[in-house]
């Protein structure tokens, strides 16, 4: 690939290991109580990595996903607000709030059925966006970047930062409250620990699993989705513009 300098450079592909006690991707289809996918979808892993490092001329775009420990699964029944905050309705919010029968008015128990003990190797192309290409999708902030913008630069940002353990903000797995450990992984000088095997049930379809969500259109964001494939503990994820990819 080439920026408007005809300077040459490739999309650099970086690995990190991610983990925690729990976690939760939520399927939208389900909305009354909260049910997690089986793996983490490639939007809330582009997220972990945007955590770390992000800028607008970069995209970070999954490409594989290795599941580096069984899948398993835990129940958990919460007390959660049943209503939104607003000035008309802040009053009705509090905790103590009860109706005419000593029952809490916005206050409801739900389950919520999440991941145990999650391990992945996620794997992403760091792809830069050149100033002209930016332009072209309208997509440039009030302040113009130098035209000698060089991806370079940001390689080195990320290397750095995740090499450290540092964030912009804490990466989560799904949600906010299961915090994500991580580090940097160097596949050409360390061992990888394997993938999940077929007989720890590493091998399945996964059924359709979100993809993304669509920003082409500002004024009208729309998911996609996809039907993801584990064999071995390991998920190919497709580009963004391939024709797995269901909008």
Known sequence: MKNSNMMEYTDKEYCLEVWGDMACFTRPELKVERVSYDVITPSAARAIFEAIFWKPAIHW???????????????????????????????????????KDNKLVNRQQKNTLLLKDVGYRIWAKMEFRSVSKRKAEGDLFSHEPGKDENPMKYYQMFERRASKGQCFNQPYLGTREFSASFRLVNPDDEALTPPISEEQ???KDLGIMLYDMDFADKKNIQPM???????????????????????
């Open 61 to 99: 775009q999954i490409t594989k996903i290795e599941v580096l420990k069984p899948i398993k699964w835990t129940s958990v029944r919460r007390n959660e607000v049943g209503a939104v905050a607003s000035v008309r309705t802040i009053k009705a919010i509090y905790i103590d709030e009860v109706d």
């Open 201 to 203: 049930g590493g091998t």
């Open 225 to 247: 989705f996809y039907r993801p494939q584990m064999k071995d503990g390991v998920i190919i994820v497709p580009p963004i513009n391939s024709e797995e990819i269901l909008k």
